[in-house]
């Protein structure tokens, strides 16, 4: 018998979450030029990124869409419930950058939505054994646990210091700082860190130009520089 190769575009059924796809979600909640931009505005928004990001089977999806079916209610229901775990574990990643206890009700909604997790369980592979995983509540329910998880395993295990926010005022994006001096600031040099520094060299020019045109104003304001006929 003859396995077919793997789909390199399906991720699987042991989809692992990590860290990143954590942050991933929560930058979801995101902030542009100051702005807030919310990524995942709708359900199907929400459902769709949740089967991208290999969370919740295409066939649970398909069964929340089934169940709300344009019942709106149902459905602002369901994306109030997304986007309060997400507000939540922005709230706890904030106060673990930030060195202070998080709002209480914040962590009330992420152990609520802890105890929704998957049931992990051996199973017999071809070679040997594998770890599956058995979807016991509601498959949303079951995807912000898995989204939670990587934040508990690295407060237990992993280095909790290195989750920062970014230093820019209109970004705010939280990220890992996995730099050898864990000094990073910025969620990326090139955008903001590149932004701070550009706005620290305009600052500074804006006040040499105005140095500068104090000096002209004392000397009566003479024109260096004729322009040429045109
Ligand atoms: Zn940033």
Redesign the pocket.
Known sequence: MKTPPPDPNDRGHAHDVDLDDTFDFLNTDDTENGFPVDKLPTLDDALAWFVDRGVIHVEGANRVRDQVSSHDPLMARDLARIHKVRSAMREVAHAIAEHRAPDAGSLDTINRALHARQVIELVPAPDGVSVDHRHVGDPIDDALARLADPLVTELTAGHPERVKI???DT???I?YDGSRTSRRR???MA??GNRAKAARHRARERAAVQGDDMIQADAGGGSASAAPPA
Do not use: I, P, V
């Open positions: 970014c230093a820019s970004c705010e994006w990220f910025w969620c990326d955008t903001c």
